[in-house]
DNA sequence: CTCCCGATAT
DNA sequence: ATATCAGGAG
């Protein structure tokens, strides 16, 4: 790890240190693996609501194996890409039922074979469920990864063996945590709040902007 | 690379 | 009007 990396990963420690939990509300394996499966391109926030009702009326995985398509989607709506969402959901649980006795699987292929789900679900529940260094390149992740100058790559896929190179492995589950608090918190996609940001040191973004600054006067 | 897609902030 | 939100599959 370069002096340069280790300088961001205290900064964040100092500011985000216990902040360590998920902010999928989950009681089970199999909620969190639905709740993930949920998530894409929708806010946490709106899963959250929408899981509420649907843990209680799907309270087994056997039940969302078993649940109606058409029913499915009405009931999983506001998270958008309802269609695809409900069918992965029914698919992926039936999976669940009949190879794996209800429960959640642990490694990665496992996991990723599994309808619905890819390498950023599947190192979700690798890393909260089953306490396995992962790194999952969410939005948030890619974007501020990006402007801390640890990665230059596009593609999440890169991005995640770049990060497992660059961080040290016991800090991986952490820096999710840590950069998705940061990216709600200071570092949005759009308008951040580089006032606030105590990372303007190490982002290369800010750099740039201050560069148009100076040209300008 | 395109499509899936509703809700909210700007 | 448009960008963005804890992405994944064909």
Redesign the pocket.
Known sequence: MTKRTKAILDKLDEVYTREY????DHETPWQLLI???L?????????NIVTKELFKKYDTVEKFANADLKEL?QDI????????????IIS?TNTLMEKYNGEVPDSLEDL?????????????IR??IFNQPSI????????ISKRLGLTKEDD?EKVEFELMKVLPKDHWILY??QI?TF??QIC????PKCEECFLTDYCLEYKEKNKKKKIKK
């Open positions: 939990k998920c902010y999928l709740a993930t499966m998530s894409a391109q929708c806010t946490d926030a709106r899963v989607e709506k506001p998270t958008g890409f309802y269609h695809n969402k409900a069918k992965n992926c990723t074979a599994l309808a619905g789900v890819g390498r950023k679900t599947a190192n979700v890393g909260n999952v390149v969410d939005t948030h992740v890619k974007r999440p999710n945590i998705i990216g709600r949005f996609a759009r308008g």
